[in-house]
């Protein structure tokens, strides 16, 4: 009995070692390439505007846009404050709702295909300095 036991211990001991093992690989060997990704223009323009297989589908692009938005908002802001560099734009803050700033953003997109390839990030900005000039640039 005991030797059953030491070899299911033994057993179990080398599954969690396989499984570490395999996750470390998973987790540690990506290529540089993949590291890299950043979302672009194209990817960004098919989350906020569609097309959408569904109504969840649509709930959750739409969740997903607004939330890069807020994000590239954010860090705009960050780098205001924290660096005192001059604001690239100036977003409607009283009137404006992210609805408006999606719309603002996938006309530029829809508008400017040639730029869709490029990193959203940029594309963002982009369209928001077009949007709502800063009176400083």
């Given at each position: 009995?005991?030797?059953?036991?030491?070899?299911?211990?033994?057993?179990?001991?080398?599954?969690?070692?396989?499984?570490?093992?395999?996750?470390?690989?998973?987790?540690?060997?990506?290529?540089?390439?993949?590291?890299?990704?950043?979302?672009?223009?194209?990817?960004?323009?098919?989350?906020?505007?569609?097309?959408?297989?569904?109504?969840?589908?649509?709930?959750?692009?739409?969740?997903?846009?607004?939330?890069?938005?807020?994000?590239?908002?954010?860090?705009?802001?960050?780098?205001?404050?924290?660096?005192?560099?001059?604001?690239?734009?100036?977003e409607p803050v009283?009137?404006?709702?992210?609805?408006?700033?999606?719309?603002?953003?996938?006309?530029?997109?829809?508008?400017?295909?040639?730029?869709?390839?490029?990193?959203?990030?940029?594309?963002?900005?982009?369209?928001?300095?077009r949007a709502f000039?800063?009176?400083?640039?």
């Open positions: 009995f005991e030797l059953f036991r030491f070899w299911c211990n033994w057993r179990l001991s080398m599954n969690i070692q396989v499984v570490a093992s395999l996750l470390a690989i998973a987790l540690f060997s990506h290529s540089p390439a993949s590291l890299a990704y950043s979302l672009t223009g194209n990817d960004l323009l098919h989350r906020c505007d569609g097309p959408y297989a569904n109504e969840a589908e649509h709930l959750i692009g739409n969740t997903f846009c607004q939330g890069y938005i807020q994000g590239i908002q954010q860090m705009h802001h960050v780098m205001i404050d924290l660096r005192n560099v001059a604001p690239l734009y100036c009283d009137s404006g709702s992210y609805d408006q700033l999606q719309q603002v953003l996938v006309k530029y997109l829809k508008a400017n295909p040639e730029e869709q390839h490029r990193d959203a990030r940029i594309l963002v900005t982009a369209a928001f300095a000039p800063s009176s400083t640039m």
